[in-house]
């Protein structure tokens, strides 16, 4: 279970910093209640988490050995495809089409809200905005990878730990920490942690 914890912690937090979900997270808590925007993103971010550790075990019912080959493929295709994608960025603090995706979407949620926007229409805008980010994510198959070879509580423990940090870190820290993310070192980081797992996943054996 420690193993299935560090490891959804780690690869989310790692994954999410910087990612179209932070950013989205950091443009709302700027016009927004931060608390609020905290607890929608929070809670769309962990329900995609149980949701994903749900497909997992799903997933896990079929035979081990194709289980554990596929989790080796998934963590080594995803590691080669995020040091490939570091190699070719810019040096630059952020990734400017991500900032400009997360703000395209959170301009066309609020064109469909009411100016006087309630507690509850923040959160719903919150929680909806993050989750259909969120959806189809590489964090998202991650932990689905994860939970159908390792305890499912432990990953989804952890991933929402670490999902919680991000937004927390967004929330809090806003533009200014954003400002000083390199998504080109984060995703070379990711990358290396996707290689590392499964280099483990395929010594452990089945």
């Known amino acids: 279970m420690l193993t299935a914890f560090t490891a959804g912690l780690l690869l989310i937090t790692v994954s999410e910093l910087g990612d179209k979900t932070f950013f989205i997270a950091v443009i709302l808590a700027m016009h927004h209640s931060r608390r609020l925007v905290f607890i929608g993103v929070t809670a769309a971010l962990a329900a995609m988490t149980i949701l994903s550790v749900v497909f997992g075990q799903a997933a896990s019912l079929l035979p081990k050995i194709y289980i554990h080959y596929a989790e080796i ?6 590691g080669m495809k995020l040091l490939y994608d570091a190699s070719k960025m810019a040096a630059a603090s952020c990734d400017a089409d991500v900032v400009e995706e997360a703000e395209a979407a959170v301009k ?28 189809g994510d590489r964090t998202q198959i991650a932990t689905i990878a994860l939970a159908a070879g390792n305890n499912p509580i432990g990953v989804t423990i952890g991933a929402v730990l670490g999902h919680s940090i991000c937004a927390a870190i967004a929330v809090i820290g ?21 290689l590392i797992f499964g280099v483990v996943a395929a010594v452990e054996g089945v």
Not at 73 to 78: E, M, T
């Open 174 to 194: 806003g533009k200014l920490i954003a400002g000083r993310i390199s998504e080109r070192q984060l995703t070379f980081i990711g990358g290396c942690l996707f």
């Open 108 to 135: 066309k949620a609020d064109a469909q809200l009411p100016k006087r926007k309630t507690p509850w229409a923040i959160l719903t805008e919150a929680f909806l905005l993050t989750f259909m980010a969120e959806w």
């Open 73 to 78: 493929a998934l963590f080594l295709a995803f």
